[in-house]
């Protein structure tokens, strides 16, 4: 059974499939405005960047053996960054279930031409993490945010491994409790769970990734933006806030006042709990509704940021439909499925998100099921 349409169009939440503004009451500090136009080269540019990279470092309680670093290109820029400068040395494994996982495929076989092994699994799947070999440098979304489909810990990565782990994890950083000692290489950008622009990446570096940096030249040849290191050492300022090429400040601020709300809200923890809460309630939606369900199937791979849902019967026009409706009424925005992915409804559970719009969402999603099936 559906939901009878409301006699009254419900109370619009403030939603979108993606992250939607921080809450009000945190204004810039007048540091932050004296950065605005600055140069950042200028002292106080470059103490901005300092701050901004020990902000994230406190916030997710990264170790002392790991570096981190604002790159170019958001996630996409500072994922391969990673790869052109890290891979070659050694046989490489990339993981497939989403269509960022792809583009990473795409990137070692194609571009880089390397004799890659390829792991896939459909929508909603993950490929058999045990039969990883782990001689090679391996490539994985954490969270894949087009599929709902993340890996349920760190438990499958060997901690004796040879090779690398480069983890996409661009939607679960904030979210999730990554193991550190089990990651050498892991990238993100601001527009996730921090609800940031995502004009920049960031490339937060193990010793292991640093120890091939500087023993291993690749093959080809690498561009100004991706250039890690100088005379076969670490380029440390890249690590201090000395970024490889000009910055948006304004960007830099506004993540800047993410991290300082995120604070506020009870740090790493707090933003974890929002995830969950939101989560949660969007589960209890799909719980009482025959027509939805969810696209990954197992709860313990199941993402809590990017959620990917099903909706019976449906095919990518009556979705677009869908989604439409939604948006014409303010209602909420940018909720269809991804356009490689199983037609479907993508929803944002991420921390800047409040579990009361969540909730807010189940009479609209009725209304626009009842309003397109007549």
């Known amino acids: 059974m559906t939901a009878p349409m409301p006699a009254r169009k419900p109370a619009r939440p403030f939603f979108s499939s993606g992250p939607c503004a921080k809450p009000p009451g945190y204004s810039p500090s007048q540091l932050a405005t ?8 200028a002292k106080i540019g470059k103490a901005r960047l300092q701050y901004c990279i020990d902000l994230m470092r406190e916030l997710l309680d990264l170790p ?5 670093g604002i790159v170019p290109g958001s996630d996409t820029g500072a994922f391969e960054m990673a790869m052109w400068t890290m891979l070659g040395q050694r046989d490489v494994t990339a993981l497939a279930w989403e269509s960022f996982g792809e583009g990473w495929v795409t990137d070692a076989v194609k571009q880089l031409k390397l004799d890659a092994t390829v792991m896939r ?24 945010t087009t599929s709902g489909v993340r890996v349920p810990d760190g ?16 939607s679960a950083v904030f979210a999730y409790d990554i193991p550190w000692d089990k990651i050498d290489v892991a990238t993100f950008s601001w527009q ?26 690749p093959a080809w040849p690498l561009p100004k933006v991706f250039r890690l290191t100088s005379k076969g050492k670490l380029a440390e300022g890249v690590f201090k806030g000395e970024t490889i090429n000009t910055p948006s400040m304004l960007a830099v601020e506004d993540a800047i ?7 506020a809200v009870g740090g790493l923890e707090g933003l974890q709990q929002r995830c969950t809460r939101n989560a949660e309630a969007l589960d209890k939606l799909v719980a009482t509704r025959d027509w939805l369900g969810h696209l990954a199937e197992d709860k313990g791979i199941r993402s809590k940021t990017s959620v990917c ?4 019967g449906a095919d990518e026009a009556f979705i677009k439909s869908f989604a439409a409706l939604l948006e014409k009424e303010g209602a909420a925005y940018d909720i269809a499925g991804y356009r490689d ?23 609209w999603l009725d209304w626009a099921w009842a309003s397109l099936k007549g």
């Not at 849902?309 to 019976?312: E, G, I, M, S």
């Not at 409804?345 to 909730?359: K, M, P, Q, S």
């Open 34 to 41: 004296q950065s605005l136009g600055r140069s950042h080269r």
């Open 64 to 68: 002392g053996t790991h570096r981190i």
């Open 121 to 144: 699994a459909d929508y909603g799947k993950l490929p058999d993490l045990d039969r990883i070999d782990w001689s090679n440098d391996v490539l994985f979304t954490w969270n894949g």
């Open 155 to 170: 438990e499958w990565i060997p901690a004796d491994r040879a090779g690398l782990a480069f983890a996409d994890a661009t």
């Open 192 to 217: 996730k769970v921090l609800g940031g622009e995502a004009a920049h990446g960031v490339l937060i570096l193990g010793p292991r990734a640093v120890e091939r940096l500087e023993s291993y030249t």
């Open 257 to 263: 006042l993410a991290l300082e709300w995120a604070k």
């Open 309 to 312: 849902l099903t909706v019976a």
């Open 341 to 363: 992915a199983p037609p479907g409804l993508r929803i944002w559970c991420g921390a800047t998100v409040d579990t009361a719009d969540i909730e807010a969402l189940g009479p």
